[in-house]
């Protein structure tokens, strides 16, 4: 089992950048694929990136692709989020998951455990 605490969400004007810190409990961190995502009122969740347990493949949802990367340090047991150019559309609570394969998944059913969420506000 594996616990998720998510920081580093805050209010930022739009163009800024923020860093997602999420941080994972337990010694098999190295055996989980990680993903980002999001939720904004009123909306589904949805896939923002994802990476393998290796931290050697990663993806991204389109509407993100060139604006964030994904990263780990499994030594560290975390995983974080860059954000960058951040726009107001991107305003939302941000979630960490974890999930029992080796590679990440854009579905969030596939994912076995989740964190609290931070929230992002991004204003124009």
């Known amino acids: 089992q594996v616990q998720l605490v998510e920081s580093g969400g805050g209010l930022v004007q739009a163009g800024g950048s923020l860093r997602l810190s999420c941080a994972a409990s337990?010694?098999?961190?190295?055996?989980?694929?990680m993903g980002w995502f999001r939720q904004a009122p009123g909306k589904e969740r949805q896939f923002v990136a994802g990476i393998s347990r290796s931290g050697g493949t990663t993806n991204y949802a389109d509407s993100v692709k060139g604006r964030f990367t994904i990263s780990r340090d499994n030594a560290g047991n975390a995983v974080y989020l860059q954000m960058n150019v951040l726009k107001p559309e991107d305003t939302a609570v941000y979630y960490c998951a974890a999930r029992q394969n080796w590679i990440a998944s854009i579905s969030s059913r596939m994912y076995d455990y989740w964190g609290q969420g931070t929230q992002v506000t991004v204003s124009s």
């Open positions: 337990g010694r098999t961190f190295g055996s989980y694929s």
